[in-house]
C-alpha cells in the first residue's frame, strides 16, 4: 500500500517570502534546494511525510510544471519504491500515467556536496484538476530525512489528512482509493480513503480543489504564540487541541492539531 510521501505549497515565484513566513512560525526548513529540472524548493521534515515549498529561480532555468499549477496547497505526492512499476500498474488499471521522470538537486552534508535523486510518475491535469498528484521514488532517501532537520520549534511532527474538493467526490474517491490501493468509504456526505497512516477526505465543492490538510503538532502553544504574532497569519483556536492556521498571501489554509 502506498504510504503519503509529501504535501506540496507552491509558492510560484515567491519562494523567499513564503520561506520567511514559515521560518517564523517555528518550522525547520532545509537549505534552498535547486532541482535539476529549473525548480527550488525547502522541505519541512519529519520522520515519515513531510512538506514541501516548491516555487521557480529568479533566472535561468525555470520549471513549466511549477509555473502552470495552481498558487497555494497543489501537490499530494505518494511513495513508491518502483517507478518503472508504479507505472505499470497505473496503466494497467487504465490510467495514463506519465513515463518515470528523473532529476535530482544537489545537498550539502557534513561539508559535501551530494546529488539527492528522485524519480517520479505524474498523473494528466485533466484527470486531476484539484491539483498535482504523483508519485515518488527516492533513491537517495539518507540525503532528504536528515536527523538536524527532523526537529523544529513548534513541535510539528506529522501529516495525517488531506481534504479534496470536486464536482463527482465519488468518481474521485475511487481514484484515490485505486492509487492507494484502499477502499473507498463515506461518512455521510463526506468520501474517505484511509491509506497507510494518513487519510483522503473527497467533499463536493463548486469547484475542483485541493482544500487544506492536518498538521500534528506535540502541542499547539508555540506556533500559536508565533502565528499570533505573525503579520498576515490568521489563527483560529477550534478547541482544546485543534485550531486552524491561514496564510491568505499564500492562498493555504492548514488544519493544526496537537497529540498532547
Known sequence: MPRLDHVVVNTLKDM??????????????TPLGRHSLGSINHLMMTPGPYLELVG????????????DSPFGLN????????????????RAAGLPATDPVAF???VEIDGEVVEARFRTVRLPAALVPAGRVYFCQHLTPDYVWRPEWLTHPNGFRAIDRFQVASRDPASDARLFALL?????ETEGSVWRVDGDGFR???????????????LVFDSLDEIARRAGRLPGAVWQRL?????????????????CRSIR
Open 75 to 90: 501537490g499530494l505526492v505518494f511513495t513508491t519504491d518502483n517507478a518503472d512499476a508504479t507505472c505499470d500498474r497505473l
Open 200 to 214: 483522503i477526505e473527497i467533499e463536493e465543492g463548486p469547484a475542483p480543489r485541493f482544500v487544506t490538510f492536518d
Open 16 to 29: 523567499p517570502a513564503a520561506a520567511a513566513v514559515f521560518a517564523a512560525l517555528g518550522f525547520t526548513l
Open 104 to 106: 535530482s538537486r544537489p
Open 180 to 184: 492507494c490501493d484502499a477502499p473507498a
Open 56 to 67: 521557480v529561480p529568479e533566472a535561468g532555468l525555470q520549471r513549466q510544471e511549477v509555473l
Open 239 to 255: 478547541g482544546a487541541d485543534a485550531a486552524r492556521l491561514a496564510l491568505p498571501a499564500f492562498d493555504l489554509t492548514m488544519e
